[in-house]
C-alpha cells in the first residue's frame, strides 16, 4: 500500500509541475485573460414549496452568451449591472447580449416539504463557454435544520442561529452539489482531497490515495440509505460503505486519464499504469490481461522500474510506442507489446521478451529468427531456423506440431511434449525441446544441436549457427 501512494504521489507531482507550467503560459494570452476573473455567488434559501435562489455572475467579458437555465426553474427574473432588465426568453436555452460587467438571476427550484433527502445538480444558470474561476454558495436552511447537508464544495462556515442555520460552501468551477438527508452525517477527511460522509464512522485505513501534497479536484463521497445511488464528477452517493474500496480506486483512475496524455484510441492502455500503481489488474479486460502479462514476464522489481520511468517521463505525450521504449530500457531487450496490441479490438499479443542480437546461419543474417527468453531460458524461432537450414517444413494441423524434411532427413516435432520423431523413430527427451510461445513454435537452444547437428556460437553481439 505504501508503495502504492508513493508512484501515484509521484506520478501525480510531476503531472502537475507540467500542467502548471502550461497553465502559467496560457495566463499569457490576453483573449484567456480576459475570462480569468469571472466568479459567481449563489444565494439560496426557503420558502413555500420552493428554493429561492439568487445568482450573480461578476467579471463577465462582453459578448454574446448562450444562456441554460435549470430544467425545474420558475419565476425567473434577469437583470444587468445597471439594473437594466434582460430580455428573457421562454425557452430553457436562449443567447444574451452582455456587456462587460455582471449579470443578476433570480428564480424558484421546486421542493417538497415531506422529503427524506434532497438533491441539487445542475442547479444554477449556466452561461456557455465561459469558465467560472470559483463559485461561493451561501445557504439558508429554516426548514430541514434536524438533517445534515453536505456538498462538493468546501465547507466554509457554519453556524446555528434561532430560526436558521447558515452554511458557506466554495468550490473551484461551477456551482457545487448539494445534498440534504433528514438522518445525522458524520465527516471523515480521508486525505485533503478526499471527504467520506455516513451515519457510522469509517475507516481511514482503507484508504488507497495519498495525494495530500498535490493540487486537483475535491472529492466528496456520502454513504447514504436514504436516495439512490449518484455519480457525479467529485461527488458520489453509495449505499454501503463496502464500495468505498472501488470508489477509492475510481478516484485515483480518473486522476490519472485526467492527466495523461495519450491518443484517443490508445487511451484504454492507461488501465495498464492504472493497474501497476494498485498492484491488480484495472481497467478494460484487455488492459487487465496485459498487465497480467507483464507481471508473469517480469520481476517485482522491474515492473516498478517500468512505472517509475513511465510517471517521470510525462513531459511529452505517452503512446504505445514510447510505451515499448521505456519496457526496452527497463529489461535490455526488444519489446513491440503494445505496439502490437495498441487496438483494443484485436485478439491479445503475448509479451515477449525479444534479445536484441541477429542471428545468423551459415553466415548469412536470418530477420525473422526471433530469440526470446522465458523461464531465464532462451528459445529460438523455429520454423525460420529449419527454412534457413533448407528444411522444408508443414504444420502438423490435426496434432498442432510441425513436420520437416531435408532429404533423407525427417522430424516430426510436437510443442510441449517430451518426445519429437526422426525418419519415423520416435525419441523421448528430459524435457520438452521444441514449446509455443503466443502462435509461433520455438526451440530451446540447448537443442539445436542435439536435435538439428548444428553448432551454436552464443557471442555478445550476435548468434551464429552452422551446419
Known amino acids: 500500500m505504501k508503495k502504492t501512494s508513493f508512484f501515484l504521489f509521484i506520478f501525480l507531482l510531476c503531472l502537475t509541475s507540467s500542467l502548471l507550467f502550461y497553465q502559467w503560459k496560457g495566463y499569457s494570452s490576453q483573449t484567456e485573460d480576459s475570462f480569468q476573473n469571472t466568479k459567481q455567488k449563489v444565494s439560496i434559501s426557503q420558502v413555500a414549496n420552493a428554493f429561492r435562489v439568487e445568482q450573480t455572475i461578476s467579471d463577465i467579458p462582453a459578448g454574446k452568451y448562450a444562456i441554460s437555465l435549470p430544467k425545474k426553474a420558475k419565476e425567473i427574473t434577469c437583470y444587468f449591472a445597471d439594473d ?3 430580455d428573457l426568453k421562454e425557452a430553457k436555452r436562449f443567447t444574451l447580449n452582455i456587456e462587460e460587467g455582471k449579470v443578476h438571476f433570480t428564480y424558484l427550484l421546486p421542493a417538497q416539504s415531506n422529503l427524506k433527502s434532497i438533491l441539487l445538480r445542475n442547479w444554477t444558470v449556466h452561461i456557455e463557454d465561459l469558465p467560472i474561476v470559483s463559485t461561493r454558495v451561501q445557504l439558508s436552511d429554516s426548514r430541514w435544520r434536524k438533517g445534515s447537508w453536505v456538498s462538493d464544495g468546501n465547507l466554509l462556515g457554519m453556524k446555528k442561529m434561532a430560526l436558521l442555520d447558515y452554511y458557506v460552501f466554495e468550490k473551484t468551477g461551477d456551482a457545487p452539489v448539494l445534498f440534504w438527508q433528514q438522518e445525522a452525517l458524520n465527516k471523515t477527511k480521508v486525505n485533503d482531497r478526499l471527504t467520506v460522509f455516513a451515519n457510522a464512522d469509517v475507516d481511514k485505513a482503507i484508504n488507497l490515495i495519498d495525494v495530500k501534497k498535490n493540487k486537483g479536484k475535491n472529492y466528496s463521497v456520502v454513504i447514504t440509505s436514504l436516495h439512490e445511488e449518484v455519480d457525479e464528477d467529485t461527488f458520489m452517493l453509495v449505499n454501503s460503505k463496502n464500495k468505498l474500496n472501488t470508489i477509492y480506486e475510481k478516484i485515483a483512475i480518473t486522476e490519472i486519464e485526467n492527466s495523461l496524455i495519450f491518443p484517443d484510441r490508445e487511451k484504454w492502455l492507461i ?37 517509475n520511468k513511465i510517471i517521470l517521463s510525462q513531459e511529452e505525450p505517452l503512446d504505445s510506442i514510447k510505451m515499448d521504449e521505456v ?17 483494443i479490438g ?28 522465458e523461464d531465464g531460458k532462451s528459445f529460438l524461432a523455429l520454423e525460420p531456423l529449419l527454412k534457413s537450414l533448407q528444411y522444408k517444413t508443414q504444420v502438423i494441423s490435426n496434432q498442432n506440431g510441425l513436420k520437416a524434411e531435408k532429404g533423407l532427413i525427417k522430424y516430426r516435432f510436437y510443442p510441449n511434449k517430451r518426445i519429437f520423431e526422426l525418419n519415423g523413430q520416435q525419441y523421448g527427451m528430459q524435457q520438452a525441446p521444441i514449446v509455443r510461445i503466443g502462435k509461433d ?27
Open 346 to 373: 484485436t485478439p491479445l499479443e503475448p509479451f515477449l521478451l525479444v534479445d536484441p542480437r541477429y542471428v545468423y546461419v551459415d553466415g548469412i543474417k536470418t530477420e525473422e529468427a526471433l530469440i526470446v527468453h
Open 327 to 343: 519496457l526496452e530500457e527497463t529489461t535490455g531487450f526488444k519489446s513491440h507489446f503494445f505496439a502490437l496490441n495498441a487496438d
Open 441 to 467: 513454435l520455438y526451440i530451446d537452444i540447448i537443442f539445436i544441436n542435439i536435435l538439428l547437428n548444428a553448432q551454436v556460437i552464443d557471442d555478445e553481439n550476435e548468434i551464429k549457427i552452422n551446419q
Open 84 to 86: 437594466q432588465v434582460c
Open 271 to 307: 488501465g495498464i499504469i492504472s493497474s501497476a500503481i494498485f498492484k491488480k489488474p484495472v481497467g478494460e479486460q484487455k488492459a487487465k490481461n496485459m498487465y497480467l502479462e507483464l507481471t508473469n514476464k517480469l520481476s517485482a522489481a522491474q515492473l516498478d522500474d517500468w512505472l
